[in-house]
């Protein structure tokens, strides 16, 4: 970090503010898919809960970090940050506490907001005060120290996880945001765009927080109403005349939170895309992947948060040097290069069928993670550096929270659209193996209804004993044929994230970092 050109001395404050709080965001995401499974039985949630637990903090992410880049550029960058980080504190707290799942959702909720003012202002700060030709450079020691940090995530979630303990992924998140909100307050001066207009665009956070939630609440009740019933046809029917109703209105809004004029720069509108389908592969792979791991080939959930250990040394040693020729040669290779690597990874992964356990890791998901992780590596600075390169300097803010609001919006749909697939896929290969089992048609139907749990299927209390081996393998071999099938579909997105990079990106719309 000492190596990067800063337009004040105050620049090393700020990344260090900026780290802390990506870091609180991050850790809390990570550690929470690794203590998945422990959430589940501690709460009684189903699988369902668990997809809606996840997109509630993003719903409100997506809708309102547009509206945060523009806050930050309007109203100051620091306020508006140390704002975000205050509400993500806060809500970070009341989930720790939260009796249920039904007010552990509401409360991730209000980490959804606090998020969304938060994210952006830590990259539109960096943007602000690092000389411009290090910029690429800057990105990507951000990149890496903050990956270190949040990639300790799975670990202190597995470890928390089998101590009962995954309350205290949210509470450990309140001695961190106050570190950075007293880093802001004492060392750092406010920013921001002193030409900006002050009004905010409600009409449009409104327009696609509703559209989002229509979109959710239809993909998710496909499994349990079926794709023909009218509540998941007319509500995503409304979440897509929604999300038209926002096109428009950002179009005539006179300040729109996502000036559709930022699209006309080709390289923008591609990374964007590349964003979208590459981070729709990544949340849904991750979260599959840790279910897998602890639910049906047998790790406990350190164990499986020690598994990404490997994607954590390559961003460490490569995210750097990768924004490093990023500034020199250009993003575009990178953005090709980095996304099919990525999408070749999730391909491998998805062959990995039952395993023996921890014991066979090294032949069996450490190729997939290790080709995996040097693909993110490869992609994850010069991304960031191609968005804000794209773009004039005072629009920084802005074009951050769009690519970060593309980044959440693509989970949103990855953890929706995923989350029915995987039910009724692990129901397709349930019915089929068993079939040949001798149930009679009552216990055939308490067997398939426990399908919305997936991995965390138990045998109902029903089923004969000499039966329930049997059906307990069939739902650990069903969820591995659901896992499967997601990955596969993951990788798809990496490859078609790539396919964006190699359609869309040229370095000459990027300026020189």
């Not at 990344?15 to 203590?35: E, G, P, R, W």
């Not at 411009?132 to 903050?146: D, L, M, P, V, Y």
């Amino acid at each position: 970090m000492a190596t990067v050109a800063l337009k004040s001395a105050e620049g090393k404050w700020i990344m260090s503010s900026a780290i802390l709080a990506s870091a609180m965001a991050f850790i809390d995401s990570t550690a929470l898919n690794v203590v998945l499974p422990s959430l589940q039985k501690s709460l009684n949630a189903t699988g369902i809960d668990l997809f809606w637990l996840l997109n509630a903090y993003l719903l409100m992410l997506a809708s309102l970090i547009l509206i945060g880049g523009s806050l930050g550029d309007k109203l100051g960058r620091k306020k508006i940050f140390m704002v975000g980080i205050f509400i993500f504190i806060i809500g970070s707290a009341a989930c720790g506490f939260a009796p249920s799942v039904f007010f552990l959702i509401l409360f991730r909720i209000v980490q959804g907001i606090g998020g969304a003012l938060m994210i952006p202002g830590s990259l539109s700060l960096i943007s602000s005060s690092i000389n411009e030709n290090e910029r690429g450079k800057a990105i990507g020691t951000w990149s890496a120290i903050t990956t270190v940090v949040t990639m300790g995530g799975p670990v202190l979630g597995g470890v928390l996880g089998d101590a009962g303990l995954w309350r205290y992924i949210f509470f450990i998140n309140v001695p961190i945001g106050l570190a950075a909100l007293l880093i802001l307050w004492f060392k750092v001066n406010e920013s921001r765009n002193e030409d900006a207009d002050k009004a905010i665009d409600i009409s449009g956070a409104i327009a696609i927080a509703l559209s989002l939630a229509s979109l959710t609440f239809g993909f998710l009740r496909i499994p349990a109403v079926g794709l023909h019933s009218p509540q998941v046809y007319i509500t995503l029917a409304a979440g897509l005349i929604l999300l038209i109703v926002f096109l428009v209105i950002e179009k005539k809004c006179k300040h729109p939170m996502m000036p559709l004029t930022l699209f006309s720069n080709l390289t923008f509108t591609g990374v964007n895309l590349l964003t979208f389908f590459l981070y729709a592969g990544l949340g849904a792979g991750m979260l599959f992947l840790s279910l897998n791991l602890v639910q049906a080939q047998g790790y406990s959930q350190l164990q499986s948060g020690l598994t990404f250990l490997p994607f954590t040394v390559l961003m460490i040693t490569i995210a750097r040097f990768a924004g490093g020729i990023a500034d020199k040669h250009g993003p575009r290779l990178l953005l090709i290069v980095g996304p099919a690597t990525a999408g070749a990874g999730l391909l491998i992964l998805s062959l990995v069928k039952q395993t023996n356990g921890p014991s066979e890791y090294w032949t069996t998901f450490f190729p997939g993670i290790l080709i995996f992780g040097l693909g993110m590596s490869l992609t994850v600075a010069p991304l960031t550096t191609a968005v804000m390169g794209s773009v004039s300097d005072h629009l920084s803010g802005t074009a951050s929270g769009v690519n970060n609001a593309l980044t959440r919006i693509s989970n949103v749909f990855a953890n929706a659209i995923f989350g029915a697939l995987a039910v009724l896929f692990f129901a397709g290969a349930l019915q089929e193996q068993i079939k040949n089992v001798n149930l009679d048609t009552k216990a055939k139907q308490s067997v398939m209804a426990e399908a919305v749990n997936l991995g965390n299927a138990k045998v109902p209390s029903n089923i004969d004993p000499k039966d329930k081996v049997t059906v307990e393998r069939s739902y650990h071999q069903s969820f591995i044929h659901a896992y499967s099938s997601v990955m596969k579909i993951s990788a798809g997105l990496g490859f078609l994230g790539a396919l964006m990079g190699f359609f869309f990106i040229r370095n000459q719309a990027v300026k020189k970092q």
